[in-house]
C-alpha cells in the first residue's frame, strides 16, 4: 500500500487484539497525506434497513472487480446474518466513513476502512468536499512499526460515554493509552473533556448576539476551551474550531490583526489534519489573509486594529482570566486607551486621587446599611 505520493509508507498487518490494521513501514511526518480514496460502496447513512437498500448494496457488491469484493467480504461485521444480503448489510454497518460534509452518506474505502480505533488517535479522517475523497492526515509523527489510528466517533467526550458509544456501534471497549490512565489522570481527563463540552455550548448558545452583546465574555469561554485543548493534547482536531470561534469574536469587533492571527492558526490546524486543499483550509485561508471580508466585520468598531498591526494583548494586567472574574463577580472594568499616559497624567491629581480618597469611604458607607 500507498500514500498519494506513491511511495509505501504502511501496510496492512495484524494487529494484536485487533485483526488487521494498517502499520506505518517508514516515518509519516506531521500533516502528511496518508491516503485519498473514493469509496467503492455508497449507502444512506443511518437510514433503516429495507429492501432496498439491500438491493441497491448487492447490485453495488456484484459491480465490484474480484480483488475489490475479496477485500470488501474479508471486512470485519459485527451483525449476524444468514444470506448474502444480510451479511453485506452488516459489513457496511461496521465499516462505513463519513461521505459528504454533513455526513448524510457512508461509504466503504479498501484501505480506510481497514484502520483501527483509538482514542488517542494519530491520525485524523475526512471527507474532503472539494476533492470527494475520503482523506487520512497524520496529527503526528508517526513513526516506523507504529500503527495508523482514527477516531471513529464524532465527539471526544469522556471515558464511559466513549466506550458505551464504541461498544452500542461496533461491539468493543477502548483499551487505548487514554483509556487506561490511572483513576486519578483519568477522572482529570474526563474532567477537561466535560468542561470543553460545557463551553462549546456555551458559545454556541450565544450565536451572533453573544458575539455582538458580550464579545468578551465569549472569548473568555474560547480562551478556557483552547487552554484545556493544550492540555488534552495539543493535536486535538476542535483546536482549529476554537481559534475560528475566537476569530469571529474579535473580527466582529475591528479587531483584524488578532484575527488575522487567530484565523492563521485554525488555518494551521486543518492543514495538517485535513490537508491543503479541503473546504476549511480554502474558505479560511480566505479569511487569514483578510479578515475584513468576514460577513461581521465592522458590527462594531470597539476593538479597532489594521491588519497590520502587532497585537499587544488585551493590556499589561487585563488578562481574560481577569476578565471572567470580573465577570462572574458583576465588576465593571474601566479602560484607558493605551499610549496616552503623558495625556493622562493630569488626571492622577484631578480625578484619581480624589477617587482613591472618597471610594474606601463610600465602601464602608455602603456595608453600614447592609
Not at 67 to 96: C, D
Not at 194 to 205: A, F, P, V
Not at 348 to 367: G, K, N, S
Request: proline share 5%; with cysteine.
Amino acid at each position: 500500500m500507498q500514500s498519494t505520493t506513491g511511495n509505501p509508507i504502511y501496510a496492512l498487518r495484524d494487529v494484536p487484539g485487533k485483526g488487521k490494521g494498517l502499520v506505518a513501514i517508514d516515518k509519516i511526518s506531521e500533516g502528511t497525506r496518508i491516503l485519498s480514496e473514493e469509496p467503492i460502496i455508497a449507502v444512506p447513512r443511518n437510514e433503516p434497513d429495507s429492501e432496498q437498500l439491500r438491493i441497491s448494496i448487492c447490485q453495488q457488491v456484484d459491480a465490484l472487480s474480484e480483488h475489490q469484493r475479496r477485500a470488501f467480504l474479508s471486512m470485519h461485521s459485527i451483525h449476524p446474518y444468514r444470506n448474502a444480503a444480510e451479511q453485506y448489510l452488516g459489513i457496511v454497518r461496521t465499516n462505513a466513513l463519513p461521505i459528504e460534509t454533513n455526513g448524510s452518506e457512508g461509504g466503504i474505502f479498501l484501505e480506510a476502512c481497514r484502520i483501527n480505533h483509538t482514542c488517542d488517535n494519530n491520525a485524523q479522517k475526512n471527507w474532503n468536499g472539494n476533492i470527494k475523497r475520503h482523506t487520512v492526515h497524520a496529527l503526528r509523527d508517526i513513526y516506523k512499526g507504529e500503527e495508523i489510528t482514527i477516531y471513529y466517533l464524532g465527539v471526544h467526550e469522556n471515558r464511559e460515554a466513549r466506550n458505551e458509544a464504541l461498544q452500542a456501534k461496533f461491539g468493543f471497549r477502548c483499551l487505548c493509552r487514554l483509556c487506561s490512565l490511572p483513576p486519578e489522570q483519568s477522572q482529570e481527563s474526563d474532567r477537561r473533556l466535560d468542561e470543553i463540552y460545557r463551553l462549546d455550548g456555551l458559545i454556541g448558545r450565544g450565536g451572533i448576539e453573544g458575539i455582538i452583546k458580550s464579545p468578551l465574555r465569549s472569548l473568555c469561554y474560547v480562551d478556557q476551551q483552547i487552554r484545556l485543548y493544550n492540555e488534552q493534547g495539543p493535536d486535538d482536531v476542535g483546536l482549529p474550531r476554537a481559534f475560528l470561534d475566537a476569530a469571529q469574536i474579535v473580527i466582529a469587533h475591528g479587531d483584524l490583526a488578532r484575527g488575522r492571527i487567530f484565523a492563521e492558526r485554525a488555518v494551521s490546524g486543518w492543514w495538517t489534519a485535513l490537508g491543503g486543499d479541503s473546504l476549511e483550509v480554502i474558505e479560511h485561508g480566505t479569511l487569514a489573509r483578510d479578515p475584513s471580508k468576514h460577513e461581521l466585520y465592522g458590527i462594531s468598531m470597539k476593538w479597532k486594529t489594521t491588519v497590520d498591526e502587532a497585537p499587544r494583548g488585551l493590556g499589561t494586567h487585563e488578562t481574560l482570566e481577569i476578565l471572567e472574574f470580573c465577570f462572574e463577580n458583576n465588576i465593571l472594568l474601566s479602560r484607558l486607551p493605551s499610549h496616552t499616559f503623558h495625556k493622562l497624567q493630569p488626571c492622577d491629581v484631578a480625578a484619581f486621587a480624589p477617587l482613591e480618597a472618597a471610594y474606601p469611604t463610600r465602601l464602608i458607607d455602603l456595608r453600614k446599611k447592609v
